[in-house]
């Protein structure tokens, strides 16, 4: 069974920076692609960026001068890391599958992040 | 300001059909496979639909799907008061090298 399992402070300061986990069960994460989608309150979907399991990563454009991911094949484990977060930055995270066709097929539970002093 | 289009809400009674209606472009929905999202309140999203009309095993046939072009809709028949939730389309983009989504759809069962 297929497990996407986020994890991460919970609460952070403004323009400090976030790390969030994911941690994988029932699948290697050397295949597909492991994609991070974060969702503000009362709003929709986001895609924050992916990272393929060649190691090849992309970023929202919105984000790609505070954000980045990570991966650790030996612990099966995905990262992000967001820099100088602000309010805006304020969502539940999710960490997604998704395979070479494009389609998505699990998603984590979700972590919610607040930002706040 | 999502890059595909949903109706913010829906509604029907229970028994009815209703459909969901999800707008894009040729870099995306013209382009790449449609996948549908339903959200339960409080809950993380579950995959509906993959590759424009396929179930993921366990998801009842109630729910269908179609694309054509750029524009792709999802029905759900024999409505019940269950399938209250936010259903999501998304699907890949070419040209942003993203995924990308639909703003959601809030569907009532009245």
């Known amino acids: 069974q297929v497990q996407l399992q986020e994890s991460g402070p919970g609460l952070v300061k403004p323009s400090e920076t976030l790390t969030l986990t994911c941690s994988v069960t029932?699948?290697?994460?050397?295949?597909?692609?492991w994609t991070w989608i974060r969702q503000a309150p009362g709003k929709g979907m986001e895609w924050v960026g992916y990272i393929y399991h060649t190691g090849t990563s992309n970023l929202n454009p919105s984000l790609k001068s505070r954000a980045a991911i990570s991966m650790d094949t030996s612990k099966n484990q995905l990262s992000l890391i967001l820099r100088s977060v602000t309010s805006a930055d304020t969502a539940i995270y999710h960490c997604?599958?998704?395979?070479?066709?494009?389609?998505?097929?699990?998603w984590g539970q979700g972590t919610l992040v607040t930002v706040s002093s | 300001q999502s890059v595909l289009t949903q109706p913010p809400s829906a509604s029907g009674t229970p028994g009815q059909r209703v459909t969901i209606s999800c707008s894009g472009s040729t870099s995306n929905i013209g382009s790449n496979p449609v996948n549908w999202h339903q959200q339960l309140p409080g809950t993380a999203p579950k995959v509906l639909i993959q590759?424009?009309?396929q179930r993921p095993s366990g998801v009842p046939d109630r729910f269908s799907a179609s694309k054509s072009g750029t524009s792709a809709s999802l029905a759900i028949s024999g409505l019940q008061s269950d399938d209250e939730a936010d259903y999501h389309c998304?699907?890949?983009?070419?040209?942003?090298?993203?995924?990308?989504f639909g703003g959601g759809t809030k569907l009532t069962v009245l």
């Open positions: 029932g699948v290697s994460i050397r295949s597909s692609y």
């Open positions: 590759s424009n009309n």
């Open positions: 998304s699907a890949w983009d070419d040209s942003l090298n993203a995924w990308v």
């Open positions: 997604v599958r998704a395979l070479n066709n494009g389609d998505i097929d699990y």
